[in-house]
C-alpha cells in the first residue's frame, strides 16, 4: 500500500489485460467473452464485469454479500488484504460494484452452508442485485442461485452456470 499500489489493483489490470489477450486470438468471439470465478475469483469476476463492458456474462460463485453485514458478522474471517479496495466501500457495497455490469447478464451462485458469508448479508445483496437489473428492465438476465452446499463450486453448480451462460 505504501508504495502506491493494491492487489485488487493487480488483479484487476491482470484480468482486464487477460480480455485484452483474448481479444487478439482468432479463436475467440469477442461478442462472448465472459468470466467465472469461486471465492475470491468471484470477487474478481464481478469487479472484470463492473470494469469492463467486453465481458459479456458474468458468475460469481461463493462471493456475494453486504459489506456491513459482513463485518458485523465476521470480522475475523472477512476480507482480507486482497480484496481491500481503499475507499470503495465508504460509497459502494459488492452489490453496487456488481450492478456497475448492469444490464449485462450475471449469474451470483451462493452455498447456503457457506460458512465465509453471513446469511443476512447474502440475502441483502440478492435484494439490491433484484431491484438494480429490474429497474433496468433486465431481470432476466439476473440468476441468483442458492445451492446446499459449502464453499465449493461443485459439478452441479457447474451445470447450472454453464447452462445459463449457453
Given at each position: 500500500y505504501t508504495a502506491g499500489f493494491t492487489w485488487?489493483?493487480?488483479?484487476?489490470?491482470?484480468?482486464?489485460?487477460?480480455v485484452d489477450y483474448l481479444l487478439t486470438r482468432p479463436d475467440?468471439?469477442?461478442?462472448?467473452i465472459g468470466c467465472v470465478g469461486l471465492s475470491v475469483g468471484g470477487f474478481r469476476s464481478i469487479h472484470l464485469a463492473a470494469l469492463d463492458e467486453?465481458?459479456?456474462?458474468?458468475?460469481?460463485?461463493?462471493?456475494?454479500?453486504?459489506f456491513p453485514h459482513q463485518i458485523?458478522?465476521?470480522?475475523?474471517?472477512?476480507?482480507?488484504?486482497?480484496?481491500?479496495?481503499?475507499?470503495?466501500?465508504?460509497?459502494?457495497?459488492?452489490?453496487?460494484?456488481?450492478?456497475?455490469?448492469t444490464p449485462r447478464p450475471l449469474m451470483v451462485?451462493?452455498?447456503?452452508?457457506?460458512?465465509?458469508?453471513?446469511?443476512d448479508g447474502v440475502r441483502a445483496a440478492f435484494d439490491t442485485l433484484e431491484a438494480c437489473w429490474r429497474k433496468a428492465g433486465a431481470s432476466e438476465r439476473l440468476a441468483l442461485r442458492v445451492h446446499d452446499?459449502?464453499?465449493?463450486?461443485?459439478?452441479?453448480?457447474?451445470?447450472?452456470?454453464?447452462?445459463?451462460l449457453e
Open positions: 485488487p489493483g493487480v488483479m484487476c489490470t491482470d484480468d482486464v489485460r487477460t475467440v468471439d469477442p461478442r462472448r467486453r465481458i459479456k456474462a458474468a458468475v460469481a460463485v461463493g462471493w456475494m454479500t453486504s458485523k458478522s465476521h470480522v475475523r474471517w472477512t476480507v482480507g488484504h486482497s480484496m481491500l479496495v481503499p475507499g470503495l466501500y465508504r460509497h459502494l457495497d459488492y452489490p453496487d460494484v456488481a450492478a456497475l455490469a451462485v451462493h452455498g447456503s452452508r457457506d460458512t465465509l458469508f453471513a446469511p452446499t459449502p464453499h465449493e463450486f461443485n459439478r452441479t453448480m457447474q451445470a447450472d452456470a454453464w447452462a445459463w
